[in-house]
Each structure stands twice: as structure tokens, then as C-alpha cells.
């Protein structure tokens, strides 16, 4: 599984935060930070909730 984020699409809402807080965190302005682009495969469903629920579809999932 790898992660690739769209900075510039992220509007802050947290929902991949709340969904999934070992891989993702927000940054003082709210932007989302990657903290894991290469998540162990018990994280995929959380992973691919946020990626599903950020309204922002800024969160891109890969899996191998
Ligand atoms: S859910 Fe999407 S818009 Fe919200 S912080 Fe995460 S990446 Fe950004």
C-alpha cells in the first residue's frame, strides 16, 4: 500500500486524522502531514476510510 497526498487539494477538514491518526496529522494550519506512505496492511481499511471520506479527495491509495 502507498499514499500519496495532494497538498494543495487538502482543506483541512481532519477526517483522515480522526480515520486513521497513525498515518495522517495536521500541521498548525490545519494541512494535512503524511506521517506513513507506506502503511502496514492492517491499516489498509482505515486508510482507504479516510481516503474515502476526505471531501476533499486529496488522499490517493495504491495497493501492490
Ligand atoms: S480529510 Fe482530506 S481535506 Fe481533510 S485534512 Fe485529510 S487530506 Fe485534508
Known sequence: MRITLDEDRCCGAGTCVMTAP???DQRDDGIVVLLDPNPP???ATSVHDAAARC???A???ETE
Open 22 to 24: 497513525d498515518v495522517f
Open 41 to 43: 496492511a492492517q491499516l
Open 55 to 57: 471531501p476533499a479527495a
Open 59 to 61: 488522499i490517493r491509495v
